[in-house]
């Protein structure tokens, strides 16, 4: 009988603290889901749970569940929503027990329970972030980097706390920035120093630059703005490099029940290079990412990504659109330039050094050069000029073979090409003839004269052959064997009779790769600058 009297008071004291509000409220909850296009699918914590502009979906109840909208055609976004709403039904059974079965352990502990909530029962995901996919005449675009400012071995960030509001996330971030704002106001008036706001732990340390930019990049080769038809002879003249430049993360921390989500702003800028570097354009970088269920500390890779994907997009599809026009290869447009015809030629390989010259930068560098004509033009090429923006070229001297050094003035060149002449006040002894007409056939021994990898190596000759005559974006180029470093760039390539063939232009990279080498052809160069003698 003691027994029997044991397990009633056992369940009844098991009845009290559970009642009918936590044993009969399920632990999932059917919500109605909205969507703008009949094939987006929408995933939750990374499974599938609907599909179509319209339908229904069981969600767990437990915490805030992130929510993925993927759309054919648009960027994919996150959300995260979160059991907000006191349930009727908890709400009801609640009542029952606190009444009939006097429930006055059970409901308490009820309300503190992630059953007495639910999510809004009708929830419509937008999709703002169409797809910018490249364009049969647009060029191409590759990431060159993205950076991050560093102030004292961390990245420039402000923590945002904030308090979950039904009314949405935007409600919730302008709380929590007032907030921050009042802080320090206080703190200024008590004399503090406005102090920065770090994200928990060390951001620096949990951001992972090469992980962002993969993303990025799978994103232009899924959008066709990356060349795939050639691992070496790609269209660098046609392609477009952007930079991404944060200087400020600001993380809002959202506080929930049960748990707590993320959102990222990004500050800071675009930039968008040609092919020599040089500056075409920039944007603010100012957008939101989505936002992410998460309890890690420090910043968030995949935010960051998001928020760098979509400000991209849009630049891509708004003000970057007249910088991707595919421009046709032209010669120069200016007046023909009628130069003097040299008098005195180079005729062999030891009278190359009296035409050759380094060309110097002044904010540091160096390149080839030589001469085309006795009183002072000289050939480089145009990457050896380049500045760090289109409408400002660098300052450049040239040293003479005598190490004498002498200011050079840009007088034209043709970055379609790679090519520029320079002039300067001195009389050559000698000069290489420029011809219009094409002066090599099948294999052909040829050197080149210039100052490989550093400026104390000038006039240093280097052996080759002419292999090949390649065609390509409307440009011809000439193959070349022979060993081509850093600093031969606008150096000649001649033969041992003095004739000028071509000059040096670049080499291929990579690790087993050796000796190939490229040349702009003479005839090329004439027509590329309108020359004439």
């Given at each position: 009988?003691?027994n029997?009297?044991?397990?009633?008071?056992v369940?009844?004291?098991?009845?009290?603290?559970?009642?009918?509000?936590?044993?009969?409220?399920?632990?999932?909850?059917?919500?109605?889901?909205?969507?703008?296009?009949?094939?987006?699918?929408?995933?939750?914590?990374?499974?599938?749970?609907?599909?179509?502009?319209?339908?229904?979906?069981?969600?767990?109840k437990?915490?805030?569940?992130?929510?993925?909208?993927?759309?054919?055609?648009y960027?994919?976004e996150?959300?995260?929503?979160?059991?907000?709403?006191?349930?009727?039904?908890?709400?009801?059974?609640?009542?029952f027990?606190?009444?009939?079965?006097?429930?006055?352990?059970?409901?308490?502990?009820?309300?503190?329970?992630?059953k007495?909530?639910?999510?809004?029962s009708?929830?419509?995901?937008?999709?703002h972030?169409?797809?910018?996919?490249?364009?049969?005449k647009?060029?191409?675009?590759?990431?060159?980097?993205?950076?991050?400012?560093?102030?004292?071995?961390?990245?420039?960030?402000?923590f945002?706390?904030?308090?979950?509001?039904?009314?949405?996330?935007?409600?919730?971030?302008?709380?929590?920035?007032?907030?921050?704002?009042?802080e320090?106001?206080?703190?200024?008036?008590?004399?503090?120093?406005?102090?920065?706001?770090?994200?928990p732990?060390?951001?620096?340390?949990?951001?992972?630059?090469?992980?962002?930019?993969?993303?990025?990049?799978?994103?232009?080769?899924?959008?066709?703005?990356?060349?795939?038809?050639?691992?070496?002879?790609?269209?660098?003249?046609?392609?477009?490099?952007?930079?991404?430049?944060?200087?400020?993360?600001?993380t809002?921390g959202?506080?929930?029940?049960?748990?707590?989500?993320?959102?990222?702003?990004?500050?800071?800028?675009?930039?968008?290079?040609?092919?020599?570097?040089?500056?075409?354009?920039?944007?603010?970088?100012?957008?939101?990412?989505?936002?992410?269920s998460?309890?890690?500390?420090?910043?968030?890779?995949?935010?960051?990504?998001?928020?760098?994907?979509?400000?991209?997009?849009?630049?891509?599809?708004?003000d970057?659109?007249?910088h991707?026009?595919i421009?046709?290869?032209?010669?120069?447009?200016?007046?023909?330039?009628?130069?003097q015809?040299?008098?005195?030629?180079?005729?062999?390989?030891?009278?190359?050094?009296?035409?050759?010259?380094t060309?110097?930068?002044k904010?540091?560098g160096?390149?080839?050069?030589?001469?085309?004509?006795?009183?002072?033009?000289?050939?480089?090429?145009?990457?050896?000029i380049?500045?760090?923006?289109?409408?400002?070229?660098?300052e450049?001297s040239?040293?003479?073979?005598?190490?004498?050094?002498?200011?050079?003035?840009?007088?034209?060149?043709?970055?379609?090409?790679?090519?520029?002449?320079?002039?300067?006040?001195?009389?050559?002894?000698?000069?290489?003839?420029?011809?219009?007409?094409?002066?090599?056939d099948?294999?052909?021994?040829?050197?080149?004269?210039?100052?490989?990898?550093?400026?104390?190596?000038?006039?240093?000759?280097?052996?080759?052959?002419?292999?090949?005559?390649?065609?390509?974006?409307?440009?011809?180029?000439?193959?070349?064997?022979?060993?081509?470093?850093?600093?031969?760039?606008?150096g000649?390539?001649?033969?041992?009779?003095?004739?000028?063939?071509?000059?040096i232009?670049?080499?291929?990279?990579?690790?087993?790769?050796?000796?190939?080498?490229?040349?702009?052809?003479?005839?090329?160069?004439?027509?590329?600058?309108?020359?004439?003698?």
């Open positions: 009988m003691r029997v009297v044991s397990f009633f008071l369940a009844l004291l098991l009845f009290q603290s559970t009642g009918c509000a936590l044993l009969f409220v399920p632990n999932q909850q059917k919500i109605s889901i909205t969507t703008e296009h009949e094939d987006a699918k929408v995933y939750a914590n990374q499974l599938k749970v609907a599909s179509g502009k319209k339908t229904k979906a069981k969600l767990y437990g915490k805030p569940q992130e929510i993925v909208v993927q759309t054919p055609g960027l994919d996150s959300h995260v929503i979160v059991p907000d709403r006191f349930s009727y039904l908890f709400l009801g059974l609640g009542v027990d606190l009444f009939f079965t006097f429930g006055l352990i059970s409901v308490p502990v009820g309300l503190l329970s992630w007495a909530y639910n999510y809004d009708k929830k419509h995901f937008r999709t972030y169409e797809k910018e996919a490249r364009g049969e647009q060029k191409f675009m590759q990431l060159a980097g993205v950076d991050f400012k560093i102030v004292k071995n961390n990245i420039p960030s402000t945002v706390p904030c308090e979950h509001h039904k009314d949405g996330v935007r409600r919730a971030m302008k709380n929590g920035d007032d907030q921050l704002e009042k320090i106001q206080r703190k200024s008036k008590r004399g503090i120093e406005a102090i920065e706001y770090f994200a732990k060390s951001n620096y340390q949990s951001i992972d630059p090469d992980k962002i930019a993969r993303k990025i990049g799978r994103y232009l080769k899924d959008n066709q703005f990356v060349d795939t038809s050639s691992m070496f002879l790609q269209d660098r003249y046609n392609t477009v490099y952007s930079r991404a430049k944060i200087d400020h993360i600001k809002y959202f506080n929930a029940k049960n748990g707590s989500y993320k959102k990222v702003k990004l500050d800071g800028f675009w930039y968008f290079h040609n092919q020599y570097d040089e500056i075409v354009d920039s944007f603010p970088l100012r957008e939101y990412s989505g936002e992410r998460t309890s890690s500390d420090g910043v968030d890779n995949k935010l960051v990504s998001d928020a760098l994907l979509y400000s991209l997009n849009e630049i891509i599809g708004d970057l659109k007249e991707l026009e421009k046709e290869v032209d010669n120069f447009s200016g007046n023909p330039l009628k130069i015809k040299p008098a005195r030629l180079v005729s062999s390989i030891n009278e190359s050094g009296i035409a050759c010259v060309v110097k930068r904010d540091g160096h390149g080839s050069g030589f001469a085309i004509s006795n009183d002072g033009y000289i050939l480089t090429n145009f990457h050896v380049a500045g760090k923006t289109i409408d400002k070229q660098a450049v040239v040293l003479l073979g005598d190490d004498k050094e002498l200011k050079a003035e840009i007088v034209r060149f043709n970055r379609a090409y790679d090519v520029a002449l320079l002039k300067v006040k001195h009389n050559f002894e000698k000069a290489f003839l420029l011809n219009k007409e094409k002066t090599y099948g294999l052909t021994e040829i050197f080149t004269n210039g100052a490989p990898e550093s400026i104390e190596l000038g006039q240093t000759i280097t052996q080759g052959m002419i292999i090949k005559e390649r065609e390509q974006f409307g440009r011809t180029k000439i193959q070349l064997s022979m060993p081509v470093n850093s600093g031969n760039s606008g000649p390539v001649f033969d041992e009779k003095g004739v000028l063939h071509g000059m232009k670049s080499k291929l990279l990579g690790y087993t790769i050796e000796g190939i080498g490229f040349g702009i052809p003479a005839f090329e160069i004439y027509k590329s600058l309108n020359i004439q003698y």
